[in-house]
């Protein structure tokens, strides 16, 4: 009887944070269902309840704890669960927290590779070869903003955008993704490469993702999307899973990872 590997995902959660236990996990399940590997989900929890950028910056202090318990486990790799946090530490700051917090699993004893939401988003909008993009995001402004500004910096044009102001975080893990094809709908898409539906992993989107692809015409992602895309690619495995869009059709499954990338040049 031939028995296949079972994967160990650790995930650095927000304490408020409902959506990526959940979405994550959903779209590694539905993987489950056409190919042989398995997964189990573990978490570890920073304090945080209202998405400002004082709890942000004293959440973001906390993930180096939360990677050595992860660690613990002995997990395959390691994710961090909230975009905007990593955002809001500076440009680039997703390569400054994966080298942190694997050195931490490194020091444990136990290394795992890290791969956080922020980073995954825009390795995942690089593989689609999106270069000019519309999102939604239940940020307030100034915090969209930064998200915006973000991914300029790292070579994606956002040309419209959606910003829900929601400040609680339970609030908008609440928010009715049914409601996300409409929102991106009303943006300015027509000449964008790809949409983000949730360009945050609080806010639940996956059962919309879909959806959204056959109204707007064009590939739509999540940060949860495309953080599960990168584990999976992390883990050496094909990134694919049914019903999660464009991404994890199976067309991107043996894309590289960003350090495996060819230099040019």
């Not at 779209?27 to 189990?40: K, N, Q």
Request: aromatic share 4%; with cysteine.
């Amino acid at each position: 009887m031939t028995t296949h590997r079972t994967y160990r995902i650790g995930q650095i959660v927000p304490s408020s944070n409902v959506t990526m236990e959940t979405e994550i996990p959903a779209i590694l399940r539905a993987r489950e269902s056409i190919a042989p590997e398995r997964f189990t989900f573990h978490s570890s929890r920073m304090r945080m309840t209202h998405v400002t950028p004082e709890q942000l910056k004293a959440m973001d202090a906390d993930s180096d704890r939360c990677a050595v318990e992860l660690s613990d486990a002995r997990v395959d790799v390691l994710g961090y669960a909230c975009l905007v946090a990593i955002m809001s530490m500076g440009l680039g700051y997703h390569r400054t927290s994966e080298e942190r917090l694997h050195a931490r699993t490194v020091e444990n004893g136990s290394p795992a590779p890290v791969v956080t939401s922020a980073g995954a988003l825009v390795h995942g909008l690089h593989t689609l070869g999106a270069k000019k993009i519309a999102l939604v995001a239940p940020y307030m402004r100034p915090l969209t903003r930064t998200v915006v500004d973000y991914l300029t910096h790292e070579g994606i044009e956002v040309l419209d955008y959606a910003a829900l102001e929601i400040p609680d975080n339970l609030d908008v893990a609440a928010h009715d993704p049914a409601r996300l094809p409409g929102i991106a709908r009303a943006l300015q898409h027509a000449d964008a490469d790809a949409v983000v539906l949730s360009a945050c992993v609080q806010m639940p989107s996956l059962g919309a993702v879909e959806e959204a692809e056959r109204l707007l015409g064009k590939p739509v992602v999540s940060a949860a999307v495309c953080t599960a895309h990168q584990m999976l690619r992390t883990l050496d495995l094909p990134a694919v899973a049914p019903g999660a869009g464009h991404l994890l059709s199976g067309a991107y499954a043996e894309t590289p990872l960003p350090w495996r990338e060819p230099t040019t040049g």
